[in-house]
């Protein structure tokens, strides 16, 4: 019995469950042999179970035009033998009856409030009490049959073209589910996953569900994963990561009422990153990116790449000298009580009482960007284009302290006449601090070439493309995670190509060039190629105002900058007997580089078969 008009048992299988028009009994033209109006044409229809029934009349609804909606199941143990499964179904219209308290049901005109709704609510129920099937177990059979079927609509039905928007016709199939799915865990939003699915699938006719049904999946999806609360699932984040990295370290401070304040945490690879690479960090808090708007600290720096790289993450319950002091402590024993040489951050008191209390040996700076930033704030329309290049000048250009304090005052009475000599109140301030953050002092200590935050600004930055203010805690880490993932990709891929290619030899000339070229990162190399081209533009003479001790000589090094504005001149000290040169702009003892001046010395100084030693 394969024809459904000869009694046929309907068991529809799991692929046109989940499937449009186009895989349903609709194309097939299989009701062309029903009417509802003659019993004897579906009389003989059997359903082994309640889905295959309700399939069934979802399938007429959708080749006739209407949305179907279960109006009642019942048991009937009496009937059924004390069992409670179903015996009677009634499935209607989905206009069927009206909506409680509609204004377009005629028996309610005239007694229902005519206030102004908060929310409207478009009517989907219209009255349509002719048209609805019921269904019921027969024993004898085995089966479910239908016993009473009527077909009279008060309505228009939906057209051919816009049946696959009909609710009782949609639904995802589990592979749909699943691309779904994985398209959320890897931060494609909603509506792009929704546009690719569709286009996989053969156009949004043929996947049997709308933009809408795929958000609702994703939100039941995150409202499970959230069923045990926050502080349950960064438990359970936090033990599954441990068992799958033997390096992961976590901490979590909770308050007075046992509620989670701050959290933080690292995996091995950043523990081992910080070991390597950790010498320089830059601190920042300034991201707020969770549901609960929490700050998000991160520790971060450069690898030997010159790649941004992440040391540890934190979520801080506030900003305040006791929290940055607890951060500061679990970070410590996080990398084995190593502090780091220098560590950089934004002008905020509750972070510099932090790092004076933790870290009492590290030298801290101060962001630059920041101070720029500031000063536009503090000195509003004061601040122009040539005191901000006056200031950077402090920032990354003056020696020692007797240059600074020259142009300090000569930035004064340029830039602020008549005013004193600090010229303002902000002034004053940043005046107090600038052992921080000019170059006068900052230049003295190893930042792997940071004057600022602009590595935590950067992955700030990076971090709005995986990040979104309404995540919860969980969906947090979810996509915090896949950005490390993302950028430790990036690492390896740089790696391979450290790997796998040749050096640049355009300067193949010259001895120092070629003595690191098979030493550097390419990154590096490229840095280090872009000081010795400038350093070509250099002249050296020897000094003869300053005092000379035996082979140790001093020489003045000096080039017109590119804007024409002043010369840059530094000093040369140079041994040769022990073959060491250093330079005053102590570029290579803050960041680790040969600077532009030092290379020009050596070029001019020595032969091409001497091994020059540079001094850190």
Same mark, same amino acid.
């Given at each position: 019995?394969?024809?459904?008009?000869?009694?046929?048992?309907?068991?529809?299988?799991?692929?046109?469950?989940?499937?449009?028009?186009?895989?349903?009994?609709?194309?097939?033209?299989?009701?062309?042999?029903?009417?509802?109006?003659?019993?004897?044409?579906?009389?003989?229809?059997?359903?082994?179970?309640?889905?295959?029934?309700?399939?069934?009349?979802?399938?007429?609804?959708?080749?006739?035009?209407?949305?179907?909606?279960?109006?009642?199941?019942?048991?009937?143990?009496?009937?059924?033998?004390?069992?409670?499964?179903?015996?009677?179904?009634?499935?209607?219209?989905?206009?069927?009856?009206?909506?409680?308290?509609?204004?377009?049901?005629?028996?309610?005109?005239?007694?229902?409030?005519?206030?102004?709704?908060?929310?409207?609510?478009?009517?989907?129920?219209?009255?349509?009490?002719?048209?609805?099937?019921?269904?019921?177990?027969?024993?004898?059979?085995?089966?479910?049959?239908?016993?009473?079927?009527?077909?009279?609509?008060?309505?228009?039905?939906?057209?051919?073209?816009?049946?696959?928007?009909?609710?009782?016709?949609?639904?995802?199939?589990?592979?749909?589910?699943?691309?779904?799915?994985?398209?959320?865990?890897?931060?494609?939003?909603?509506?792009?996953?929704?546009?690719?699915?569709?286009?996989?699938?053969?156009?949004?006719?043929?996947?049997?569900?709308?933009?809408?049904?795929?958000?609702?999946?994703?939100?039941?999806?995150?409202?499970?994963?959230?069923?045990?609360?926050?502080?349950?699932?960064?438990?359970?984040?936090?033990?599954?990561?441990?068992?799958?990295?033997?390096?992961?370290?976590?901490?979590?401070?909770?308050?007075?009422?046992?509620?989670?304040?701050?959290?933080?945490?690292?995996?091995?690879?950043?523990?081992?990153?910080?070991?390597?690479?950790?010498?320089?960090?830059?601190?920042?808090?300034?991201?707020?990116?969770?549901?609960?708007?929490?700050?998000?600290?991160?520790?971060?720096?450069?690898?030997?790449?010159?790649?941004?790289?992440?040391?540890?993450?934190?979520?801080?319950?506030?900003?305040?000298?006791?929290?940055?002091?607890?951060?500061?402590?679990?970070?410590?024993?996080?990398?084995?009580?190593?502090?780091?040489?220098?560590?950089?951050?934004?002008?905020?008191?509750?972070?510099?009482?932090?790092?004076?209390?933790?870290?009492?040996?590290?030298?801290?700076?101060?962001?630059?960007?920041?101070?720029?930033?500031?000063?536009?704030?503090?000195?509003?329309?004061?601040?122009?284009?040539?005191?901000?290049?006056?200031?950077?000048? &402090?920032? !990354? *250009? /003056?020696?020692?302290?007797?240059?600074?304090?020259?142009?300090?005052?000569?930035? @004064?009475?340029?830039? $602020?006449?008549?005013?004193?000599?600090?010229?303002?109140?902000?002034?004053?301030?940043?005046?107090?601090?600038?052992?921080?953050?000019?170059?006068?002092?900052?230049?003295?200590?190893?930042?792997?070439?940071?004057?600022?935050?602009?590595?935590?600004?950067?992955?700030?930055?990076?971090?709005?493309?995986?990040?979104?203010?309404?995540?919860?805690?969980?969906?947090?880490?979810?996509?915090?995670?896949?950005?490390?993932?993302?950028?430790?990709?990036?690492?390896?891929?740089?790696?391979?190509?450290?790997?796998?290619?040749?050096?640049?030899?355009?300067?193949?000339?010259?001895?120092?060039?070629?003595?690191?070229?098979?030493?550097?990162?390419?990154?590096?190399?490229?840095?280090?190629?872009?000081?010795?081209?400038?350093? &070509?533009? !250099? *002249? /050296?003479?020897?000094?003869?105002?300053?005092?000379?001790?035996?082979?140790?000589? @001093?020489?003045?090094? $000096?080039?017109?900058?590119?804007?024409?504005?002043?010369?840059?001149?530094?000093?040369?000290?140079?041994?040769?007997?022990?073959?060491?040169?250093?330079?005053?702009?102590?570029?290579?003892?803050?960041?680790?580089?040969?600077?532009?001046?030092?290379?020009?010395?050596?070029?001019?100084?020595?032969?091409?078969?001497?091994?020059?030693?540079?001094?850190?």
């Amino acid at each position: 019995m394969s024809d459904l008009n000869q009694g046929a048992i309907v068991s529809l299988n799991e692929s046109n469950t989940g499937s449009s028009s186009s895989n349903s009994i609709v194309e097939s033209e299989g009701f062309d042999g029903i009417d509802p109006n003659v019993r004897s044409s579906w009389n003989n229809l059997e359903f082994a179970t309640t889905d295959d029934a309700y399939r069934f009349y979802v399938d007429y609804g959708n080749y006739k035009g209407f949305c179907v909606r279960i109006y009642h199941q019942s048991a009937c143990p009496k009937l059924n033998n004390g069992s409670n499964a179903v015996y009677y179904i009634k499935y209607c219209c989905n206009k069927e009856g009206w909506r409680i308290g509609s204004e377009n049901n005629p028996a309610n005109r005239g007694s229902i409030d005519a206030k102004a709704r908060v929310r409207h609510v478009p009517e989907i129920r219209g009255g349509c009490d002719g048209a609805y099937i019921r269904i019921r177990w027969f024993k004898q059979f085995n089966c479910y049959k239908i016993y009473k079927w009527y077909d009279v609509h008060n309505h228009d039905m939906i057209p051919v073209a816009m049946r696959h928007y009909m609710r009782s016709n949609r639904k995802m199939a589990p592979v749909y589910k699943l691309l779904a799915d994985v398209n959320d865990a890897a931060g494609i939003g909603a509506t792009a996953s929704y546009n690719a699915i569709s286009t996989a699938g053969g156009g949004r006719k043929c996947i049997g569900f709308t933009r809408n049904d795929l958000k609702n999946h994703l939100r039941t999806v995150r409202t499970s994963s959230m069923e045990h609360g926050d502080a349950t699932a960064l438990l359970k984040h936090f033990r599954r990561q441990a068992k799958l990295d033997p390096g992961f370290f976590h901490e979590v401070e909770v308050d007075v009422d046992e509620n989670i304040a701050s959290i933080f945490w690292a995996d091995g690879k950043m523990r081992m990153d910080y070991h390597f690479f950790g010498d320089s960090v830059s601190f920042d808090t300034t991201y707020r990116t969770n549901k609960e708007y929490r700050p998000l600290a991160l520790f971060v720096g450069f690898n030997n790449h010159h790649q941004l790289t992440v040391f540890g993450a934190a979520l801080l319950y506030d900003e305040t000298t006791a929290t940055f002091e607890w951060l500061f402590n679990q970070f410590l024993e996080c990398m084995g009580g190593v502090s780091p040489l220098s560590i950089f951050t934004d002008q905020a008191a509750a972070i510099a009482a932090g790092i004076r209390s933790v870290f009492p040996s590290s030298f801290h700076g101060l962001c630059s960007w920041h101070i720029s930033q500031n000063a536009v704030v503090n000195l509003g329309s004061l601040c122009d284009s040539d005191f901000l290049c006056e200031l950077s000048y &402090l920032m !990354y *250009n /003056v020696d020692d302290e007797d240059d600074f304090e020259y142009n300090w005052k000569r930035m @004064i009475d340029k830039c $602020f006449p008549g005013k004193g000599p600090l010229g303002h109140s902000w002034l004053q301030g940043i005046y107090k601090v600038r052992e921080k953050w000019s170059s006068a002092w900052v230049n003295s200590h190893f930042g792997a070439g940071m004057k600022s935050t602009q590595l935590s600004e950067c992955c700030n930055s990076n971090l709005r493309h995986y990040l979104q203010s309404e995540f919860s805690i969980p969906r947090f880490f979810v996509h915090f995670d896949r950005m490390l993932d993302n950028k430790r990709d990036a690492e390896e891929e740089e790696e391979y190509r450290a790997l796998s290619t040749f050096a640049d030899c355009r300067f193949s000339s010259s001895a120092i060039v070629k003595q690191v070229a098979d030493l550097y990162t390419p990154k590096i190399f490229q840095l280090f190629l872009g000081q010795y081209k400038e350093s &070509l533009s !250099y *002249n /050296v003479f020897p000094n003869t105002e300053l005092a000379q001790e035996g082979n140790v000589k @001093i020489f003045d090094v $000096f080039t017109l900058l590119a804007d024409l504005s002043r010369f840059d001149s530094r000093l040369l000290i140079v041994d040769f007997d022990n073959g060491e040169i250093k330079c005053t702009c102590r570029k290579w003892e803050s960041s680790g580089l040969l600077c532009k001046h030092q290379l020009r010395g050596y070029d001019l100084l020595w032969s091409t078969t001497c091994n020059v030693k540079f001094h850190h």
